[in-house]
């Protein structure tokens, strides 16, 4: 079988282990009593952008939340950049040096300026100097257009500059997996589009891609993969051509026809 | 031998303040270090920890401050120990402090949103970075203002260090009392000199409280 150096859009990536960055595999967990993820089994490839959506409270946020251990799954394996997530220290800063998150609520750290919200994690956990943390952060404050706000305060930006700082933090730690937790969520409509086209750019430059969002267009434009996530479980997953115009089961057609109607 | 109340007396009063504003200062900053790690304790993810530094507040919180002094002063000469009053007082009163202010500062650190420490653990801060750079920065803004209302209540509770016979300020009035017996101006003009050394302090703590709840920058 050849080896696609980035998954092609219209089929599933290639099942070589070395190319998979995060491998979930029977991944159950519970708040209490109540099963928020059933027995799920996921593979993201190297390169691979999925987009992730389904009903509130469905288990989007957790499952992503799984991955850099943010919410500890009770059973099954999970698996990321070679690391398996058990309870040790250890492998959880492994992974989670690699794997940068974008939240909806952006939270910046609102007593640092953006300059320093960029550079702390790379000063800090990587042992970068401070003039090399410095110049990576203004270079990927460029990357995401605001290279003029760097000394200006979380508090004093728009929704829509404050998660793009967001995701210039995580990329200063040059994370190998980004994660999306609904980015767009909280903006003003008006600012939807200047995130997005920044996560765009990230794709293009060809960023592995977890993303929560319930943008239907950028999936469309963006994704290889589309997963449909309801009481827990993936109920389905398919190329975006074939998810939006040939949804196999019912409950992802009645969702579809919720969020369209829109 | 009775004496009038004059301007010595006055002046031995005012030179007790001195020893009241050290144990102040003593026990706010041995309770500050103190009620720090009480305050980490109580917010940790370790269960113990967190029991035990509840266990450790609602002992000092629930029990008088002047039991406190005394079961050190007594307890410590019970261990064979000799202790002398002014050692007793700060170790009663840093102990005491540590409770009050820990629960404090407990309270602040929990009003840092969760979002920051999800944000800081995703980038691969650890608890003591994270604790440095994210969240303790944050949460000390929140703590300046009850701190500085609560270094009243320090000073206030130094008072009882007379009991045990530590001589500060009180103690000082009762001394200069027993010579001119006159308890109602000797009396009054101690607690006039509290009031001026804590007046400030209230003030100032409503000022810092007023202007962090301002929006911020
Ligand atoms: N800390 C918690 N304790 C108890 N239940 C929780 C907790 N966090 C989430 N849940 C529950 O788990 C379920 C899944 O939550 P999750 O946040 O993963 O859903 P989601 O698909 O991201 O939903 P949304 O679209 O609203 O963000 C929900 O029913 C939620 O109420
Ligand atoms: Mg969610």
Same mark, same amino acid.
């Given at each position: 079988?050849?080896?696609?150096? !980035?998954?092609?859009?219209?089929?599933?990536?290639?099942?070589?282990?070395?190319? $998979?960055?995060?491998?979930?595999?029977?991944?159950?967990?519970?708040?209490?009593?109540?099963?928020?993820?059933?027995?799920?089994?996921?593979?993201?490839?190297?390169?691979?952008?999925?987009?992730?959506?389904?009903?509130?409270?469905?288990? &989007?946020?957790?499952?992503?939340?799984?991955?850099?251990?943010?919410?500890?799954?009770?059973?099954?394996?999970?698996?990321?950049?070679?690391?398996?997530?058990?309870?040790?220290?250890?492998?959880?800063?492994?992974?989670?040096?690699?794997?940068?998150?974008?939240?909806?609520?952006?939270?910046?750290?609102?007593?640092?300026?953006?300059?320093?919200?960029?550079?702390?994690?790379? %000063?800090?956990?990587?042992?970068?100097?401070?003039?090399?943390?410095?110049?990576?952060?203004?270079?990927?404050?460029?990357?995401?257009?605001?290279?003029?706000?760097?000394?200006?305060?979380?508090?004093?930006?728009?929704?829509?500059?404050?998660?793009? $700082?967001?995701?210039?933090?995580?990329?200063?730690?040059?994370?190998?997996?980004?994660?999306?937790?609904?980015?767009?969520?909280?903006?003003?409509? !008006?600012?939807? &589009?200047?995130?997005?086209?920044? %996560?765009?750019?990230?794709?293009?430059?060809?960023?592995?891609?977890?993303?929560?969002?319930?943008?239907?267009?950028?999936?469309?434009?963006?994704?290889?993969?589309?997963?449909?996530?309801?009481?827990?479980?993936? $109920?389905?997953?398919?190329?975006?051509?074939?998810?939006?115009?040939?949804?196999?089961? !019912?409950?992802?057609?009645?969702?579809?026809?919720?969020?369209?109607?829109? | 031998?009775?004496?009038?109340?004059?301007?010595?007396?006055?002046?031995?009063?005012?030179?007790?303040?001195?020893?009241?504003?050290?144990?102040?200062?003593?026990?706010?900053?041995?309770?500050?270090?103190?009620?720090?790690?009480?305050?980490?304790?109580? *917010?940790?993810?370790?269960?113990?920890?967190?029991?035990?530094?509840?266990?450790?507040?609602?002992?000092?919180?629930?029990?008088?401050?002047?039991?406190?002094?005394?079961?050190?002063?007594?307890?410590? *000469?019970?261990?064979?120990?000799?202790?002398?009053?002014?050692?007793?007082?700060?170790? /009663?009163?840093?102990?005491? *402090?540590?409770?009050?202010?820990?629960?404090?500062?407990? =309270?602040?650190?929990?009003?840092?949103?969760?979002?920051?420490?999800?944000?800081?653990?995703?980038? =691969?801060?650890?608890?003591? /970075?994270?604790?440095?750079?994210?969240?303790?920065?944050?949460?000390?803004?929140?703590?300046?203002?009850? *701190?500085?209302?609560?270094?009243?209540?320090?000073?206030?509770?130094?008072?009882?260090?007379?009991?045990?016979?530590?001589?500060?300020?009180?103690?000082? /009035?009762?001394?200069?009392?027993?010579?001119?017996?006159?308890?109602?101006?000797?009396?009054?003009?101690?607690?006039?000199?509290?009031?001026?050394?804590?007046?400030?302090?209230?003030?100032?703590?409503?000022?810092?409280?007023?202007?962090?709840?301002?929006?911020?920058?």
């Amino acid at each position: 079988m050849a080896v696609a150096s !980035e998954p092609t859009r219209d089929g599933i990536a290639p099942a070589m282990s070395a190319d $998979v960055v995060i491998r979930m595999e029977g991944v159950q967990k519970w708040y209490d009593h109540f099963q928020v993820l059933k027995d799920i089994d996921l593979e993201v490839h190297r390169g691979e952008r999925i987009v992730i959506c389904g009903p509130s409270g469905s288990g &989007k946020s957790t499952l992503i939340r799984c991955i850099n251990q943010l919410e500890r799954h009770q059973k099954g394996r999970i698996t990321v950049n070679g690391v398996e997530l058990g309870p040790h220290h250890r492998q959880l800063d492994m992974v989670r040096r690699e794997v940068g998150m974008v939240f909806q609520s952006f939270n910046l750290f609102p007593h640092l300026t953006v300059l320093e919200n960029c550079m702390l994690a790379p %000063m800090k956990v990587r042992g970068t100097t401070r003039a090399e943390a410095k110049a990576t952060a203004i270079r990927y404050l460029e990357r995401v257009r605001i290279p003029e706000q760097a000394d200006k305060y979380p508090g004093q930006l728009s929704g829509g500059q404050q998660q793009r $700082v967001a995701i210039a933090r995580s990329l200063c730690m040059n994370p190998k997996v980004m994660l999306f937790d609904e980015p767009t969520s909280a903006l003003d409509p !008006e600012m939807v &589009k200047e995130v997005l086209d920044t %996560m765009i750019g990230l794709a293009e430059d060809g960023m592995t891609m977890l993303c929560v969002t319930h943008e239907m267009g950028f999936a469309k434009s963006v994704a290889h993969r589309v997963i449909f996530m309801d009481r827990g479980e993936i $109920v389905e997953q398919n190329t975006p051509e074939e998810f939006f115009t040939a949804p196999k089961s !019912e409950r992802t057609r009645s969702f579809l026809g919720q969020i369209l109607a829109h | 031998m009775i004496r009038a109340f004059g301007y010595n007396e006055f002046l031995f009063l005012l030179s007790a303040v001195q020893w009241t504003l050290l144990l102040s200062v003593i026990a706010f900053i041995g309770g500050g270090i103190v009620g720090l790690f009480v305050a980490l304790a109580r *917010t940790s993810d370790v269960k113990p920890l967190r029991l035990l530094a509840t266990g450790y507040i609602q002992v000092f919180q629930g029990t008088p401050l002047l039991m406190q002094l005394f079961l050190v002063f007594f307890g410590a *000469t019970v261990l064979g120990i000799d202790m002398s009053p002014w050692v007793a007082a700060a170790v /009663g009163l840093t102990l005491n *402090t540590s409770a009050f202010l820990g629960e404090i500062w407990r =309270g602040c650190i929990q009003s840092v949103p969760r979002g920051q420490w999800e944000a800081a653990s995703s980038l =691969g801060l650890r608890y003591p /970075g994270l604790m440095r750079y994210v969240i303790l920065p944050q949460a000390v803004k929140v703590a300046v203002p009850p *701190t500085v209302g609560y270094l009243v209540q320090v000073i206030k509770g130094t008072s009882l260090a007379a009991i045990i016979g530590f001589v500060e300020l009180t103690r000082a /009035g009762q001394i200069v009392n027993n010579a001119t017996f006159q308890p109602f101006l000797v009396f009054g003009i101690v607690a006039a000199i509290y009031f001026a050394l804590c007046w400030p302090l209230s003030l100032l703590s409503q000022r810092l409280e007023a202007r962090y709840a301002a929006p911020s920058r």
